[in-house]
């Protein structure tokens, strides 16, 4: 049998700690999965141990193709790449379950020498009659009753309800410990379990013998994973037990909530999918914040911007909050909104033209490249994700007669609309250094001091034939960014519209 490193029990809190996440590749990553690898690898970090990704893949019938490779892609984009996986290596691979099938048998075989697993021939359709009769019955317990406990193979042929190949069941006794101590939520109880499949049909392990023997083999001392799992520890410290190994430490974090306290899913909420944020122009930095401050309160009182290295340095399980955090859109929107304004101008052009690359626009030449930069600044303040750029500043990346302005925008301006462009363009001609300073001096003599509009008004339609919008970013700076011959062109077309 293979040998595992030891995991021994240790009075000291911060010796080093072994964490690992384990998702399934059965479609896109959910958010509760950079959650998890989140506290994972912050003890890890605070303790001077290991973060391990470990790819569970026994369902074969439910992978879906890719899904692993968004796993490794989203967690290195959060920052939160591990430091032992199926891309890194590590000691103590293979991390892919479906690696390591011959790993599980021998600890299988030792159940059932040991009494403490045996062999069960019912097909699928028997256990669904038998659930549905328990069901209707109103029985107390609901599960496997047993039938092919304590019989051959031959003797079990000879009942209804029989299969070829059998599964293996661990065989639950009845006086089955049923509170654990829990790093969270201190001594914790669970219900009973029935005799759980361990060994499937086609060989595979299922779950729960799995984790057991992978947790024991990668030396992994703390098990983190959220509360819908303490139905199953008992089952996994009685394989511990059975087996002769060394138990982790096991915390279960409180499940996301949508804001109505439903558990968030894919299926009901778009932001349940981790690669969702990343599409919609979310930063990195930001989503692991605001993971940060779901069921945990701020570093410093008060103050909810933080960084990951904050974050290990003060780590304590136990200021986790074990009721179920809400996934504050709101808050995650402010933060990110908050990192895009207090970020480099220049960095910030660089991750929009990143993120238009993610989402297949065509790659941006020198001039459109200092066209983005320039515009950046404009649009900083008024940003709350990346994706709002491009909208705010398509009028820049357009061609001259491309740029035409809706009915309704058009129906807005005031009447002397005309005057104000003609009086704009003779202020425009030759204008020279063609600058927002100097743009908005020679604007506001020719309209506003000398023909007498408001600045609302006088304005307003210079705006309207710049970017064919009655909204847009800084006016002076943007025609600036577009240069003289531009500006000129759209003023020009713009007015013979009119």
Same mark, same amino acid.
């Given at each position: ?282 930063? @990195?930095? &930001? #989503?692991?914040?605001? /993971?940060?401050? *779901? ?7 008060? =103050?909810?911007? !933080? ?110 609309? @005309?005057? &104000? #462009?003609?009086?704009? /363009?003779?202020? *425009? ?7 927002? =300073?100097?743009? !908005? ?58």
């Amino acid at each position: 049998m293979t040998e595992a490193i030891s995991t021994p029990k240790t009075a000291d809190p911060l010796a080093p700690a072994r964490l690992r996440v384990a998702p399934s590749p059965t479609g896109d990553p959910h958010v509760g999965t950079a959650y998890m690898a989140l506290f994972d690898k912050a003890w890890a970090r605070r303790t001077g141990g290991a973060f391990v990704l470990r790819i569970e893949d026994t369902d074969q019938a439910r992978l879906v193709p890719g899904s692993e490779e968004q796993i490794y892609d989203s967690l290195e984009w959060l920052g939160l790449a591990p430091d032992e996986g199926p891309q890194q290596g590590g000691s103590f691979g293979p991390y892919r379950q479906s690696e390591r099938l011959d790993t599980y048998r021998p600890f299988v075989e030792q159940l059932i020498a040991d009494g403490h697993a045996y062999y069960c021939w019912c097909s699928s359709e028997r256990l669904k009659e038998m659930r549905e009769q328990q069901q209707a019955a109103k029985a107390d317990v609901i599960g496997y009753d047993r039938l092919c406990l304590g019989k051959t193979k031959e003797e079990r042929a000879q009942l209804p309800g029989f299969q070829e190949t059998p599964v293996v069941r661990m065989l639950v006794p009845d006086d089955v410990e049923l509170t654990f101590d829990d790093l969270i939520n201190g001594s914790t109880a669970a219900p009973r379990p029935d005799d759980q499949v361990i060994l499937k049909t086609d060989g595979f392990p299922t779950y729960h013998m799995a984790v057991v023997v992978d947790d024991h083999l990668m030396g992994i001392t703390h098990v983190v994973r959220g509360q819908e799992w303490i139905s199953s520890t008992p089952k996994h410290l009685l394989l511990y037990k059975w087996l002769g190994l060394p138990a982790p430490r096991f915390a279960h974090m409180p499940l996301i909530r949508n804001t109505d306290k439903s558990k968030i899913s894919k299926r009901k909420n778009p932001a349940a999918r981790l690669t969702w944020f990343r599409e919609q122009g979310y930063l @990195p930095e &930001a #989503l692991l914040n605001f /993971l940060m401050l *779901l069921g945990y309160p701020p570093v410093v009182e008060g =103050e909810e911007v !933080q960084s990951f290295e904050q974050f290990v340095a003060a780590f304590d399980w136990t200021k986790i909050n074990s009721g179920g955090p809400v996934f504050d859109m709101d808050k995650l929107n402010w933060l990110n909104g908050h990192y895009i304004r207090t970020m480099p101008a220049e960095d910030l052009a660089a991750r929009i033209e990143t993120y238009w690359a993610e989402q297949g626009q065509p790659a941006l030449d020198d001039e459109a490249r200092r066209l983005l930069v320039g515009a950046t600044p404009l649009i900083q303040e008024r940003m709350v994700t990346l994706a709002e750029a491009k909208d705010k500043l398509a009028f820049l990346f357009a061609e001259d007669a491309s740029i035409s302005a809706p009915d309704e925008v058009v129906a807005k301006l005031a009447d002397n609309a @005309p005057d &104000a #462009l003609d009086a704009a /363009l003779s202020a *425009l001609e030759g204008l020279e250094p063609f600058d927002a =300073e100097t743009i !908005q001096a020679s604007l506001r003599a020719k309209l506003v001091d000398d023909l007498g509009i408001k600045p609302k008004f006088a304005f307003a339609p210079v705006r309207v034939g710049i970017t064919g919008s009655n909204v847009s970013p800084p006016l002076f700076e943007s025609m600036e960014l577009l240069g003289h011959d531009s500006s000129i062109k759209r003023l020009r077309n713009f007015r013979a519209s009119l």
